[in-house]
C-alpha cells in the first residue's frame, strides 16, 4: 500500500504552521491494520513525540517538527493524517 499524499487542508494547515512560526504541530494519525507500532516508530526515527497510540484502533497521535510535518504525514504505513488545530479558550471574565 502506498504512502498518503498530503490532502489541500492539511497542506494549508502545515502552510500556517510555519507562517505563524511555530515549532511542532500535533498530528492525528489512522494508520493501516497492524501498522501501528511500525508506524509509531518510524515517527520517531524521523524525531516526533508520539503522545498516545492506540493499536486496537489504529491510531496514534504525535508531536511533529513543522519542519519534518509534511515528510511525517506521507510515512508507510499511515491511512490518514489530520493536523490538530489549537483550540483557543475564550475569556471567562464578564
Not at 504512502?3 to 504541530?25: F, G, M, N, S
Not at 508520539?50 to 515528510?71: F, W
Amino acid at each position: 500500500m502506498a504512502a498518503p499524499t498530503l490532502a489541500p487542508r492539511v497542506k494549508e494547515q502545515l502552510d500556517a504552521a510555519r507562517l505563524a512560526r511555530r515549532e511542532t504541530v500535533v498530528l492525528t494519525i489512522s494508520t493501516v491494520e497492524g501498522r501501528t507500532a511500525s508506524t509509531a516508530q518510524a515517527l520517531r526515527d524521523l524525531g516526533a513525540t508520539v503522545e498516545s497510540e492506540d493499536a486496537t484502533v489504529g491510531y496514534l497521535r504525535a508531536s511533529v517538527p513543522v519542519a519534518l510535518a509534511a515528510r511525517a504525514a506521507t510515512l508507510e504505513g499511515i491511512s490518514q493524517v489530520d493536523v490538530e488545530e489549537p483550540i483557543g479558550v475564550p475569556d471567562p471574565t464578564p
